[in-house]
């Protein structure tokens, strides 16, 4: 039984416009967290990279923060 | 012509058929776009009609939209007016969810790279289902402390402050308070 935020709260699909979900998934420093810390399972840690990588490129996050 | 020579054609021909009913067959597909801050908020409007005339000319039909509002961006991004480039740290943002064939984006995307009021789009490939997660994301100040109130023994009322104090005693304190 998997325990992450994403199975808790029951979210299908990871969308680029929700940054405060995406900024759960990422660190301080504005880099990605890896799968063994968010707990996700490999098709949903896909889909949060690809979303916070559209954030990015859109501006909603940053690629680095200081 | 021979048999397998026409087999080969036929075979080609249905290639060609399938990938050409693959770029009219319609898919869901999302825009995210930018629009400068510079221009006036009165023609945004008309700068999202060009969107929407783009998608509805060949069939496509809309799902869903968001608005364009001006937000901060995480990060200053440049932008071409005339010979110079301009850096911009604020933008309109707005999304449209779209149902459409492939060829209607490509055309979408080549226009888009050719108006200026645009700073930057992305289109990609999406489900029908509404994908913005229902959650809230939880924030320091949605901590409740009422539980902890709750939790904390009572402090029992000590015997000094429950006992009646007598009216001489008051006057005395009274009296020391005021000769000081």
């Known amino acids: 039984m998997s325990n992450n935020i994403l199975t808790q709260n029951d979210i299908q699909h990871v969308d680029y416009k929700d940054v405060d979900l995406l900024r759960q998934f990422i660190n301080p420093h504005g880099r990605l967290v890896s799968r063994r810390r968010t707990g996700l399972t490999a098709k949903q840690q896909?889909?949060?990279?690809?979303?916070?990588?559209?954030?990015?490129?859109?501006?909603?996050l940053p690629y680095v923060q200081k | 012509?021979?048999?397998?020579?026409?087999?080969?054609?036929?075979?080609?021909?249905?290639?060609?058929?399938?990938?050409?009913?693959?770029?009219?067959?319609?898919?869901?597909?999302?825009?995210?776009?930018?629009?400068?801050?510079t221009v006036k908020e009165e023609n945004i409007e008309k700068i999202v009609g060009e969107i929407r005339s783009a998608i509805e000319k060949d069939g496509g039909s809309f799902i869903a939209e968001g608005a364009p509002s001006l937000m901060k961006l995480s990060y200053?991004?440049?932008?071409?007016?005339?010979?110079?480039?301009?850096?911009?740290?604020?933008?309109?943002?707005?999304?449209?969810?779209?149902?459409?064939?492939?060829?209607?984006?490509?055309?979408?995307?080549?226009?888009?790279?050719?108006?200026?009021?645009?700073?930057?789009?992305?289109?990609?490939?999406t489900v029908r289902e509404d994908t913005r997660a229902k959650m809230k994301a939880p924030t320091l100040r949605e901590v409740k402390r009422t539980d902890?109130?709750?939790?904390?023994?009572?402090?029992?009322?000590?015997?000094?402050?429950?006992?009646?104090?007598?009216e001489v005693d008051l006057e005395k304190a009274l009296q020391d308070i005021t000769t000081e």
């Open chain 1, 46 to 60: 896909r889909a949060v990279e690809a979303a916070v990588k559209r954030a990015r490129f859109m501006g909603l």
């Open chain 2, 1 to 37: 012509m021979t048999t397998e020579e026409t087999a080969l054609v036929d075979a080609d021909l249905s290639v060609a058929t399938s990938i050409e009913d693959s770029r009219k067959e319609a898919r869901i597909y999302e825009i995210g776009y930018h629009i400068i801050p």
């Open chain 2, 76 to 125: 200053a991004m440049s932008a071409r007016e005339g010979d110079r480039r301009v850096e911009h740290d604020r933008a309109y943002f707005g999304w449209i969810k779209f149902e459409a064939g492939m060829e209607i984006v490509v055309a979408l995307s080549e226009m888009l790279k050719k108006d200026p009021s645009f700073l930057r789009f992305v289109i990609f490939r």
């Open chain 2, 148 to 166: 902890t109130i709750k939790s904390a023994p009572r402090r029992a009322p000590t015997e000094e402050s429950a006992a009646p104090v007598s």
